[in-house]
């Protein structure tokens, strides 16, 4: 049950805690903090039996103390009470009342006759509640002042937490230091720069941590700033007897200690470990020694290993482990660990079942691939599906194209009247040879030169041949130049192997034939 404070307002929105966590049934802010639940409170007391004339009251942040009534006031829990300080006056909340606040007492070895329990003045009227807001409002600036002058004096030490006592007369410092530090010229500042008297009070580190509260590494507060009163010594062995890696960052909370939780589950451990073998025991088999690597406490399972072979790991149950100990024992060799990890029967494991049709949970864990290596592989394929369609469009090369690659640069297509005249039969050509220059004169037919007609060879010239200039028509076969003109039809002459030294001789008496034609022009 909360506070009238901590309730929602017309639109929905909660208004938070306007009581700065002083709520009087104490259970929210930090009301909650260190807070007893009174199982007692519901119970009366025997016929005779007074009640408990002392009384708990908590200050800022579970600072708590023990008060006695001694004017007798009807006091419950959550009433503010002023109580008496060292000078002055304070302002308190009552947390605890009637039998528990014995128990308390005798926890925090504290005796009632002693001069640790102070007495409590009276009810705080509204001018002590006034005094005490005003005086909670100002620890903030004066934590950020007081940490700029321990920063010009160059102290080694961390401001942590200020209070203001009740009456607004005194305050309390909180710092950590590592080593002593001598802060008698910072008492003095601080006193002329506040108008107050002050008190440094030094406190560890898990003090410090339970004083502002945090988040632990569980994602819950932190136990020593809610529940946890007593901090008892934590050391590694506790991390050792759990299996867990000696890591320091995993290990530390936030005070920069261990973790108080490492002593909760320890004693369990403990007991789980008796039934184990020691981790520096060897086992003997008949292929050799074994060693111990790791254990799974929870599943009573060990891993082995050969000294020899160290980088298989064999696992065997702790039935098992007990069997080969006490045959070693009895100084008998056991079998070999392959053996005893067949007999092992792993248990199906029951896996997530999708009985109402829902989608999987894990449908998003599965990186997407981009969309770009998409698009690129279209571009592929489409590049591909181009060229074997062109390929499938290209006419079947001759023999003679095939033998002998043309170098020369691919022109573009024009329209062509191939048919043929009468009496002539249409031959088959090339796309090589379908491409001519313009010194043609009938596309698919040739002139031939009359000088030319006997061919040495007997070989005939395929239709479509170029036609040769008048100049070169005129001359003998002695004056004939050894080249050929490159827009001239090359002659089919067959499987020969040295076809490639007469492309080279041609192409050098092509030179000189046309040097000769120019001198006889």
Known sequence: MSCSGCSTNKNGVPKGCKSN????????????????????????????????NIYEVRFKNGRKHFYKNLEKLTLSMGDIVAVEGTSGHDVGIVSLAGELVKVQMKKRKIDAEGDEVKK????????DIDVWQNARQR????????????????????LSDVEYQGDGTKATFYYTADDRVDFRQLIRDLASAFSIRVEMRQ???????????GIGSCGRELCCSTWLTDFRKVNTAAARYQQLSLNPLKLAGQCGKLKCCLNFELDTYLDALKKFPK????LKTEKGDAVFVKMDIFKGL???TYKEESFKWFRISLEQTQEIIELNTNNELASPLEEYESEIVEEPKVDFENVVGQDSLTRFDTPKKPRRNKRRGKRISNNRSKDNRAKESRPNK????????DNRKPRPNRARNNKPKEGEVKQKTSPNQQKRTQNTKQKGQVKQNPNQQKNPQGVQKSKGEVKKKPNQQKRTPESKPKGKNPNQQKKATGNKPNNQRRRNNNKKGNNNGNKNAEDNK
């Open 203 to 213: 406190v560890g580190m898990r003090q410090e941590a339970a004083r502002l509260g």
């Open 21 to 52: 966590g002083n709520c009087a049934t104490g259970s929210c802010g930090s009301g909650n903090k260190l807070a007893v639940f009174d199982w007692l409170s519901n119970m009366t007391l025997p016929t005779g039996e007074a009640p408990f």
């Open 302 to 304: 060990l891993w082995y």
């Open 398 to 405: 001759t023999a003679t194209d095939k033998q002998k690659p």
């Open 120 to 127: 409590i003045y009276r009810k705080a009227s509204q001018k």
């Open 279 to 282: 981790q520096d025991l060897v």
């Open 139 to 158: 620890e903030q600036e004066t934590q950020r002042k007081g940490r700029e002058i321990i920063s010009k004096l160059g102290l080694k030490m961390k």
